[in-house]
C-alpha cells in the first residue's frame, strides 16, 4: 500500500489515523455539519470505528475505499474529511463524500476539496467516472460541485432515511474525458 498525500493550493489530503479520531469528531458528531448528510451527528466511539474501518481499508487489495483527512496547508490542522468509493462492479467509478468543519464554510474551502478528489480520481487512481450525492437543501454543495466542473445529472427520490423520514438526492458527476481540473488545484 502507498498512503496517499496530495496537495492543492490551500489543502491537503493524507490518510487518515487513529490520532485523527478527536478532529473527524468536530465533523462527524456536529449537528450542522451532518444536517445535510445521509446520517445523525455520530458518537465518538462511532468515529473511532469509522477510522478503524479507513486504516483497515487502507491495506485492502484492491483498495475501494479511501477516508482522507483535509488538511489546511497553513498550519497542518485537520479541518474535515474526504471519502471516495469505488464501486466493485463498476471499477472506473467513484462516489465521493466530504464534510468540512463549519468554521471554515463560505471561503470556497468545499469547491477546492472537490476539485482535490477530482484531481485524485482522475489523475492518481485513473477513474472514467466519479459523482456525488447532496441533500437538494444543500445549494452550497450544489455550487461547489457545479465551480468545481460536476454535473448536475437529477434527482433520485426517496435516497435516504434521515431524522424519521425518506430524503430525496441530487446527484453530480464529472467524467474523465470531460473534466476542466487540468488547472491548478
Do not use: C
Request: cysteine-free; charged content about 30%.
Amino acid at each position: 500500500m502507498r498512503p496517499v498525500e496530495i496537495s492543492g493550493k490551500r489543502l491537503g489530503l493524507r490518510e487518515v489515523t487513529p490520532a485523527d479520531v478527536d478532529a473527524l469528531h468536530a465533523v462527524y458528531g456536529d449537528p450542522a455539519t451532518t444536517e445535510h448528510l445521509p446520517f445523525d451527528p455520530r458518537t465518538r466511539e462511532e468515529v473511532e470505528e469509522i477510522v478503524a474501518e479507513a486504516v483497515e481499508s487502507a491495506a485492502g487489495e484492491p483498495r475501494r475505499l479511501y477516508v482522507l483527512a483535509v488538511t489546511d496547508l497553513e498550519d497542518g490542522e485537520v479541518i474535515g474529511v474526504a471519502r471516495l468509493h469505488i464501486e466493485a462492479d463498476h471499477p472506473h467509478s467513484a462516489e465521493i463524500g466530504l464534510g468540512l468543519r463549519p468554521d471554515h464554510w463560505g471561503r470556497g474551502i468545499g469547491t477546492d476539496l472537490i476539485r482535490l478528489l477530482l484531481t485524485f480520481g482522475f489523475k492518481h487512481l485513473r477513474l472514467h467516472r466519479i459523482w456525488g450525492a447532496r441533500s437538494p437543501a444543500n445549494t452550497a454543495a450544489q455550487l461547489a460541485m457545479l465551480v468545481a466542473g460536476m454535473v448536475e445529472e437529477g434527482r433520485i427520490r426517496h435516497h435516504v432515511r434521515v431524522n424519521g423520514s425518506w430524503r430525496d438526492s441530487i446527484v453530480h458527476s464529472a467524467l474523465e474525458d470531460e473534466w476542466e481540473g487540468q488547472r491548478d488545484t
